[in-house]
């Protein structure tokens, strides 16, 4: 118990005490090597669901195939959202490097509500094709279909919620090294999203249609 210290808040702050060792290491580069880490296991769950698409994408059994149910327009507009939400985080993260907290959160909420719109007409095309009858149990394809879109859709929903919790963070702490080291981590897994559904947009939509 000797190496073991006792750390509280200011007088004006009882609430915030912990626990710590006061030897325990914490490397600078620790987070962002765990975080790379689970990049590359998230790589591994995309690169399996786009190799079972590929197998499965031409498997109808007798239903629509792609060219039949894919509305090419409504998704470039939400490739668009997409996209541009990756352009604004890059915003707040230039912000971000000259620390103004205001500007920073204002990006980060544009993100946010690209986000959002990206997730709502990924919510419309799902009922709309379930509507018409093109459910993940109808074919093969389809049950390819729905699982690597909803996957990637998952992950922007998770994104989504990891940038409000992060904003009010900021909010609260402003821009503190361990609020710039979550911004960075959060930038990477946004980016790698974007990535992923260019891929999706190529390989399932436009080949699936052209």
């Not at 620390?99 to 719109?117: D, Q, R, S």
């Not at 990206?118 to 394809?141: N, W």
């Not at 859709?153 to 821009?175: A, E, N, P, R």
Request: glycine share 10%.
């Amino acid at each position: 118990m000797s190496d073991l210290a006792y750390a509280t808040g200011t007088a004006g702050d009882n609430t915030d005490r912990a626990y710590h060792l006061a030897d325990e290491p914490h490397p600078e580069n620790g987070t962002s090597l765990g975080f790379w880490l689970y990049l590359m296991s998230d790589c591994l769950i995309f690169a399996a669901l786009f190799a079972t698409y590929g197998v499965l994408g031409r498997s109808y059994a007798g239903g629509p195939s792609g060219a039949e149910l894919f509305d090419l327009k409504l998704v470039a507009i939400n490739t668009a959202f997409l996209l541009l939400s990756s352009i604004t985080f890059g915003f707040a993260m230039l912000q971000k490097q000259q620390n103004k907290v205001g500007a920073t959160l204002g990006w980060l909420a544009i993100t946010g509500i690209f986000g959002l719109c990206f997730l709502g007409v990924e919510l419309y095309e799902f009922h709309h094709l379930i509507h018409e009858g093109a459910t993940p149990q109808s074919s093969a394809f389809l049950s390819a279909f729905f699982a690597l879109v909803g996957t990637h859709g998952l992950h922007v929903t998770f994104g989504s919620i990891w940038l409000v919790v992060l904003m009010i963070q900021i909010s609260k702490h402003g821009l503190i090294h361990e609020n710039k080291r979550r911004l960075m981590c959060l930038s990477m897994f946004w980016h790698f999203l974007d990535v992923v559904w260019i891929g999706v947009f190529t390989f399932v939509y436009l080949m699936g249609v052209l």
